[in-house]
């Protein structure tokens, strides 16, 4: 019986697939079973440079399609992910390792990000505002930058290149797309569906490989506008730091250290299901993972002792299973980082309530398998406390107050989302107001982004720009004021604006 060959994966550069120029390779795996899902391209420096130059040489092009007839290019790209759906839920979960409920809904909200970028196409809107002159009219509109990068992780495969891709390619910029090295197929997948639905040569282009041997010309090279990057802190102060020497327009979205507060008062049964799915959804591996439980002293001793019941129910393996509840980290590396922070938590004297170990049991033992964590007795200045850890570790902190809460919680570098569990709308909204993160939660866990509100942080979490809503524009287009003078005469502004008649 013939073996089945290893499917083979190629970059997208002026609208061909192509090899890497000297020709490496590299495997994506399954990181819940080891398998060998796809050979793909291992690019160097020189295959970037290739596709940031088509993309430069198809701007022009594709900034004077009229805006509603690109807008209709994504709305194509939604439909064929709608008919693709179970089939890209399904690759997620296995190039990924996230269970294929959450697998779906990656894929879900890359649709709804598509069309909702494609909705912009007949929008894109201006400012017109009176002139201070007689018979001279006034206005903003939007334009496009020209090449945009693309720098995604592998958490969202298909979820946070969308955010990028789509609102980059609506605005009129052309993009190249360099996904995460652990969820190459993905990208190659979703490059193919845009190709698909029309897109022309040269507007979206990839380039698959690690991000030390492809990234510098991606930041650094004359022909890119503008880098929109996510994940984590230390690589995007990188980005930034030689980007910006360029005079380069940067979009950071990174680290997270989010807390769900529980008050005396909240209902308990609804925070730990919101405390279970934020911490251990997606393995813990998401910016917006609740890796700190800030709570009341009054509940905490119930809370913490209903947590580690729920935590040690949880069923690990692979995600395709239904019966799973969490799938494994990405790969060795965060696996090992995992444990090397939860060594850390118990040298700091926190107290290890449940897990702390890597998986090795049957069928798990092929893959990198973490038990959910959940630590107690922890101080707000330990390391556990106030470093991303990106896997299945949550932290027990206990109050006395809100006040005393809402300090815990702003007390990290980070910034991106916060919960709060309460039944007085007095403390929801003080909260509210003096949480310092720039997405906040009452009565829900710290996941679930609705893709037509701004989407990202405060503090090291990202440098002011926000992904998804109308927001996501901003990043990708430049502001250009116009003034019409029909006047028939010179008008010098401020020299000659009349006075009020009397």
Known sequence: MAVAATAQYKNYINGRWVDALDGRTMESLNPATGEVLGIVPRSTARDAVAAIEAAAQAFPKWRRVPA?????????????????KEELGRLVTMEMGKVLKEGLADVQEAIDETYYMAGEGRRLFGQTTPSELPDKFAMAIREPIGVAVAITPWNFPLAIPTWKIAPALVAGNTVVFKPASDTPILAATLVQIFEEAGLPPGVLNLVIGNGDEVGEPLVTHPQV??????????????????ATQHLKRVSLEMGGKNAIIVMDDADLNLALDGIVWSAFG??????????????????ARELTERLVERAQRLRLGNGLDPTVDMGPVVNARQLQRIHQYVQIGVQEGAKLLCGGTIVREGDLARGFFYAPTVFGDVRPEMRIAQEEIFGPVTAIITVDSLEEAIAVNNGVQYGLVTSIYTRDINRAFRALREIDTGIVYVNAGTIGAEVHLPFGGTKNTGNGHREAGVQALDIFTEWKTVFIDYSGRLQRAMIDIAPLPS
């Open 282 to 299: 997606t393995s813990g591996q998401r910016c917006t993972a609740a890796s700190r439980i800030i709570v009341h002293r009054a509940v």
């Open 225 to 242: 506008g503008v880098v929109a990057f996510t994940g984590s802190t230390a690589v995007g102060r990188e980005i930034a730091l030689k």
């Open 68 to 84: 509603p007839r690109r807008a209709e290019i994504l709305f194509r790209a939604a439909e064929i992910m709608v008919r693709r």
